[in-house]
């Protein structure tokens, strides 16, 4: 029988310009011309105890009154594998997106918020088998997953580039000093404190990071880093912010910085790449296989004197040519076509 709709879950709208949250976007905006596509959302939480009742009880419940043997339910990341069993024999088939495999060692900061964390993301490993098939963000995470036995296809996050009116340059800012920048969480494998650190030795720097930590004990922690070595008028923590201003801080930045020991993709330093920043960032697998030779590595990325050695004598230059080579491989309007008919065969196989 043909497919009727497509149950596509989604994460709470506050994270709604998460890296998750885009990603599975792109991909309904791909398929919603060939499908009908209800958008369910995992209700918004107040703390982890709320979040974890949203997307178990109040979340499968939701999902009952879609269960229909012509529909296809879509979960959009690894933290709700168990939707899987719960609904097994409920839909034509399921499909969920995996971003990353986390090890514990991930969490090297090891409080108990993210512990609980990493063992709820390996229960929901478990029932990965429960899918009919699953996509990954990149090779990367592709091969960590094919270690725990489970097979997968490779959709990259696919980016517009920003027009020109989105961005709105700021035009005064301190000429003495150059603006290192990163996006994202604070989360211990963001490794935002080894960056903190190195400001220590920085003197010509300022250090802004954008985003919503998250974790509220590594945000108190690297505030206290920042008391602990004076650092109030060198290293800026902002929460969320308007994508203008966002890309306003990127555009105005000197560096891009992304210190992660673990990723599955990374957009952030894809976004800063289409505005011609030139990126610092870990030497690990996925870095080296998003950015290839358009980046510069710093190989002993939890040493805080590394990234200041990095930082102040790296060599290479800015190369607009280069980088828009590298970000095209993801462009949606260049991968629509491919993707398109990846989805298709995905869903009706």
Known sequence: MAIKKIIWVLPQKKFNYSGISKYNLKLIQILKKNYSIKKVYVKNSKNIFHNFFNK????????????????????????????????????????????????????????????IKFFYLKINYLFLRYFDKIITVSVTT???????????LVI??????????TINIIKVRNPKKKILLNIGSEHSFKNIGTIIKAM??????????VGDPIS?????????????????????????ISQKRLYNLIYTSDIYIA????????????????LNKKIICSNIPINREILGKT??????????????????NDKNKNNKSLYKQNYSRFLFKKKYNKYNKLLLKIIRS
């Open 156 to 165: 990259y996050n696919l980016f517009h580039k920003p027009k020109n009116k």
């Open 142 to 152: 592709q091969k960590r997953l094919s270690k725990i036995g489970q097979k997968s």
């Open 295 to 312: 980046a510069s590595y710093v190989n002993n990325f939890n040493d805080p004197y590394s990234w200041y050695k990095k930082i102040l």
């Open 56 to 115: 178990t009880i109040l979340l499968n419940n939701k999902l009952k009154k879609f269960r229909n043997k012509d529909n296809i339910l879509l979960i959009p990341e690894e933290g709700l594998g168990y939707i899987g069993i719960l609904n097994k024999n409920f839909f034509k088939k399921k499909i969920i997106i995996i971003h990353d495999i986390k090890k514990l060692e991930d969490y090297k900061n090891l409080n108990i918020i993210e512990i």
């Open 200 to 209: 220590r030795y920085l003197e010509n720097y300022i250090f802004i990071k």
């Open 216 to 240: 509220k004990i590594n945000r108190s922690k690297n505030e206290e880093l920042i008391r602990n070595f004076n650092l109030e008028n060198k290293v800026f923590l902002l929460n969320k």
């Open 259 to 274: 210190p992660s020991y673990s990723e599955g993709f990374g957009r952030t330093t894809i976004e800063a790449q289409m």
